[in-house]
């Protein structure tokens, strides 16, 4: 079955330190990855995506992921932490098989400590 | 620019009610979804519509049912509400396959 895994609930980092919120897929073919952050109460806000290219994306508020597709992951990366970045991560694979089904990991939760 | 606009945002329904949680998109995109969040499950996919008259089931299309006669609009029915439908349901857009998704504000759902 197709799935992506988010293996932390929960990371906390100090203000200003380097974070990285982990994300791996099981995915057949070549898929489109996302990241997505959600403040509380509100709906998902898109932070960048890798279609092809450049294993590196850069994206919104100063994060960006690196792609491995021999590891199958697409760990998001910051260096260095805000604590206005404190909110829910999501990870989403969108399956390259003429389908729409995306997949959402189940979330992280990243909790910057002043 | 409005984006993507969900009714209501709170609703609370009895066991056996039906309702109808309302989307609207104004950029014109042909793909809409429906989402439910439930703690520690992340976002499971509910229906989703690729254009107007086109809909498909996603991982969890049972108790619901979905409609697209347009572009703009993709309501989400509940025939008959159950306590394990109690969720925060969001809807998205998005104008292809490598294009993010645009997601509303959410409807949180209370079924007694």
């Known amino acids: 079955a197709q799935s992506v895994a988010q293996p932390e609930d929960q990371v906390n980092v100090a203000e200003g330190n380097p974070l990285t919120v982990k994300c791996t897929y099981s995915?057949?073919?070549?898929?489109?990855l996302f990241w997505y952050v959600q403040y509380p109460n509100r709906g998902l806000q898109f932070l960048l995506k890798?279609?092809?290219?450049?294993?590196l994306v850069k994206g919104s508020y100063g994060f960006e992921a690196e792609f491995n597709k021999s590891q199958t992951s697409f760990h998001l990366k910051k260096p260095s932490a805000l604590v206005s970045d404190s909110a829910l991560y999501f990870c989403?694979?969108?399956?390259?098989?003429?389908?729409?089904?995306?997949?959402f990991g189940t979330g992280t939760r990243l909790k910057v400590l002043a | 620019n409005a984006g993507v606009t969900q009714t209501p945002k709170f609703q609370v329904l009895k066991t056996g009610q039906s309702m109808t949680l309302q989307c609207a998109q104004d950029?014109?995109?042909?793909?809409m979804s429906w989402y439910r969040q439930d703690p520690g499950m992340g976002l499971r996919l509910i229906h989703y519509?690729?254009?107007?008259?086109?809909?498909d089931q996603g991982e969890v299309p049972n108790g619901y049912n979905v409609s697209r006669s347009t572009t703009e609009d993709f309501p989400l029915r509940l025939l008959s509400a159950a306590p394990s439908q109690t969720s925060v349901y969001f809807c998205?857009?998005?104008?292809?396959?490598?294009?993010?998704?645009?997601f509303g504000e959410g409807s949180r759902l209370t079924v007694l």
């Open positions: 998205a857009s998005s104008y292809g396959f490598t294009g993010e998704l645009f």
């Open positions: 995915v057949s073919g070549n898929p489109y």
């Open positions: 890798y279609i092809t290219g450049d294993n």
């Open positions: 989403a694979v969108s399956p390259t098989s003429g389908t729409y089904k995306y997949i």
């Open positions: 950029m014109n995109h042909e793909y």
């Open positions: 519509s690729v254009g107007a008259g086109i809909t």
